[in-house]
């Protein structure tokens, strides 16, 4: 055994043994961090507008702060930006993580010196986790791969600014420092393909054992990968690859394919790590569930999904929340973000511990005739009628079709296959089934005849991606929306509709 396994078994012992115990204080943790958030950040500019001195319970911080998303938290951005200190949280954010907007553009949120450590730990203790439970911990001497965002940081009104994938990178231990792959020099190429293409020749050599990413872009380094070795597996290119850490998107949609492409067996590890924090992962391999990160500095509320656009929604603490309800998440940081709407919604699998499940974006949803189809269930719907007949899906997104030329309105299904099915109008049937058996309102809508069923467009090859390069966000940590409730993607696919 190399001297790296040999000193990670026993820290990677004391770290879960850690985590075992405090997850069963994780309301008391919950209390503490909420107490301390609100004495820390009583005499800054947020603090002072909404009475923090006063708040004492729970109940008093729901009546002074309400929920906001980043459109909201704004104007208090643009001050820290513009040079003023103590306005969301003490003194100024050491970084700002940047990351894509809707309605606002770039988003800019604050990682403070209390902050950085949940960011840089959360993906720490799910290896080290994965260690203790496995009994392996042979990676560590071999290469790994992080495909993140570049580290090379820009600066906004005078705070260091990035990926918050490249501000992370900067944190790697330095015993890590001489497993890491790419280079430095690879790392902050912007260029998705070029850098690409850089990564795959330092790599294909090399002797992975830990792979690192979002599923879709892991998935095109594996393709390329496997185009320049002959059509070989990647566990043929790489034997002693042992483990994927993933998160960012929900792993099923890509699952079949991506465990096709490793030919055999490799442990996967989730995570559901975000710019605003490292809120959960995957802390008993092959266990459903992420467990929440409930002792590092985040204050978690949780809402009702079918509640986010309600004027005066229901707001609960963790220890309100129930398995198997949909809830979007809220949370107050200790980088200054105060009952802040992440955007995310969430599904409890277990609340001793709290374990949950990623289960889709509040505002990618589809609603337009009051069906409100959110991204779990059509994830669900494909994944289950692919499953059945052996298919692979590359990507997919979905959109509503409500001025139709002739008959019912209907969802319409954009999906690049692997291959796609020989009967297009059967599969299309068992999605559809799919779907109504799990969404009631949907079900209902095309019982009474008020929608039609789905409609499957099959894209080209590569169509995504080229898509995704057309409006500059091919790469790094960017995503395709699963749902949304307008045309303006459905449209712009249109040049990549093969049938």
Same mark, same amino acid.
Request: glycine letters at 8%; one cysteine or more; aromatic letters at 12%.
């Given at each position: 055994?190399?001297?790296?396994?040999?000193?990670?078994?026993?820290?990677?012992?004391?770290?879960?043994?850690?985590?075992?115990?405090?997850?069963?204080?994780?309301? &008391?943790?919950?209390?503490?961090?909420?107490?301390?958030?609100?004495?820390?950040?009583?005499?800054?500019?947020?603090?002072? &507008?909404?009475?923090?001195?006063?708040?004492?319970?729970?109940?008093?911080?729901?009546?002074?702060?309400?929920?906001?998303?980043?459109?909201?938290?704004?104007?208090?951005?643009?001050?820290?930006?513009?040079?003023?200190?103590?306005?969301?949280?003490?003194?100024?954010?050491?970084?700002?993580?940047?990351?894509?907007? #809707?309605?606002?553009?770039?988003?800019?949120? @604050?990682?403070?010196?209390?902050?950085?450590?949940?960011? %840089?730990?959360?993906?720490?203790?799910?290896?080290?986790?994965?260690?203790?439970?496995?009994?392996?911990?042979?990676?560590?001497?071999?290469? *790994?791969?992080?495909?993140?965002?570049?580290?090379?940081?820009?600066?906004?009104?005078?705070?260091?600014?990035?990926?918050?994938?490249?501000?992370?990178?900067?944190?790697?231990?330095?015993?890590?420092?001489?497993?890491?792959?790419?280079?430095?020099?690879?790392?902050?190429?912007?260029?998705?393909?070029?850098?690409?293409?850089?990564?795959?020749?330092?790599?294909?050599?090399?002797?992975?054992?830990?792979?690192?990413?979002?599923?879709?872009? *892991?998935?095109?380094?594996?393709?390329?990968?496997?185009?320049?070795?002959?059509?070989?597996?990647?566990?043929?290119?790489?034997?002693?690859?042992?483990?994927?850490?993933?998160?960012?998107?929900?792993? &099923?949609?890509?699952?079949?394919?991506?465990?096709?492409?490793?030919?055999?067996?490799?442990?996967?590890?989730?995570?559901? @790590?975000?710019?605003?924090?490292?809120?959960?992962?995957?802390?008993?391999?092959?266990?459903?569930?992420?467990?929440?990160?409930?002792?590092?500095?985040?204050?978690?509320?949780?809402?009702?999904?079918?509640?986010?656009?309600?004027?005066?929604?229901?707001?609960?603490?963790?220890?309100?929340?129930?398995?198997?309800?949909?809830?979007?998440?809220?949370?107050?940081?200790?980088?200054?973000?105060?009952?802040?709407?992440?955007?995310? #919604?969430?599904?409890?699998?277990?609340?001793?511990?709290?374990?949950?499940?990623?289960?889709?974006?509040?505002?990618?949803?589809?609603?337009?005739?009051?069906?409100?189809? %959110?991204?779990?269930?059509?994830?669900?719907?494909?994944?289950?009628?692919?499953?059945?007949?052996?298919?692979?899906?590359? &990507?997919?997104?979905?959109?509503?079709?409500?001025?139709?030329?002739?008959?019912?309105?209907?969802?319409?299904?954009?999906?690049?296959?692997?291959?796609?099915?020989?009967?297009? %109008?059967?599969?299309?049937?068992?999605?559809?089934?799919?779907?109504?058996?799990?969404?009631?309102?949907?079900?209902?809508?095309?019982?009474?005849?008020?929608?039609?069923?789905?409609?499957?467009?099959?894209?080209?090859?590569?169509?995504?991606?080229?898509?995704?390069?057309?409006?500059?966000?091919?790469?790094?940590?960017?995503?395709?929306?699963?749902?949304?409730?307008?045309?303006?993607?459905?449209?712009?696919?249109?040049?990549?509709?093969?049938?």
């Amino acid at each position: 055994m190399k001297i790296k396994s040999f000193l990670a078994k026993p820290y990677a012992s004391i770290i879960h043994s850690k985590l075992r115990k405090g997850m069963m204080l994780a309301e &008391e943790h919950q209390q503490g961090i909420f107490q301390h958030l609100i004495k820390r950040a009583a005499n800054t500019a947020f603090g002072k &507008e909404h009475g923090f001195k006063k708040i004492k319970t729970y109940d008093d911080f729901k009546k002074a702060v309400p929920v906001r998303d980043y459109e909201a938290f704004a104007p208090y951005i643009d001050k820290i930006k513009n040079g003023a200190q103590d306005v969301l949280w003490n003194g100024r954010p050491i970084y700002f993580a940047k990351t894509s907007g #809707t309605t606002s553009g770039a988003k800019y949120i @604050p990682i403070s010196k209390d902050s950085i450590s949940n960011h %840089i730990n959360g993906a720490r203790d799910a290896l080290l986790c994965y260690m203790a439970e496995s009994g392996t911990t042979e990676f560590a001497n071999g290469k *790994m791969i992080f495909l993140s965002g570049s580290p090379e940081l820009e600066r906004i009104g005078s705070i260091p600014t990035g990926r918050l994938s490249g501000i992370v990178n900067h944190f790697i231990p330095r015993y890590l420092r001489g497993n890491q792959l790419p280079s430095y020099e690879t790392n902050c190429i912007e260029d998705w393909e070029v850098k690409l293409d850089k990564i795959v020749n330092e790599t294909m050599h090399e002797d992975m054992t830990l792979i690192s990413g979002i599923p879709p872009w *892991m998935q095109m380094y594996f393709d390329w990968l496997s185009e320049r070795n002959e059509g070989k597996k990647i566990k043929e290119i790489f034997p002693n690859l042992q483990a994927i850490l993933h998160g960012g998107v929900n792993f &099923e949609p890509y699952k079949a394919r991506l465990l096709d492409s490793l030919g055999k067996h490799v442990d996967m590890i989730e995570t559901f @790590p975000a710019s605003e924090g490292f809120f959960a992962f995957q802390d008993v391999p092959g266990k459903e569930g992420l467990l929440l990160n409930t002792d590092s500095g985040i204050f978690y509320e949780f809402i009702p999904a079918d509640e986010i656009f309600n004027p005066s929604p229901t707001r609960l603490s963790l220890g309100e929340v129930e398995t198997g309800v949909n809830y979007a998440l809220i949370v107050s940081t200790n980088a200054g973000l105060w009952g802040y709407n992440i955007g995310d #919604t969430v599904r409890f699998v277990n609340t001793n511990p709290y374990r949950l499940v990623v289960t889709g974006r509040v505002k990618h949803f589809i609603s337009a005739f009051g069906e409100h189809v %959110i991204g779990e269930e059509v994830e669900h719907a494909l994944n289950s009628a692919s499953a059945a007949e052996g298919l692979q899906i590359i &990507e997919f997104t979905v959109a509503p079709a409500i001025q139709v030329t002739q008959g019912l309105p209907y969802h319409e299904w954009f999906i690049e296959f692997e291959t796609p099915p020989q009967d297009l %109008i059967a599969f299309a049937a068992r999605v559809n089934k799919y779907l109504r058996d799990k969404n009631i309102y949907y079900n209902d809508l095309i019982t009474g005849n008020i929608l039609d069923t789905l409609k499957i467009r099959v894209m080209k090859k590569n169509s995504f991606i080229e898509y995704m390069k057309s409006i500059g966000k091919l790469g790094g940590q960017n995503k395709v929306p699963r749902l949304s409730n307008d045309r303006k993607i459905a449209d712009a696919l249109q040049p990549w509709i093969s049938y």
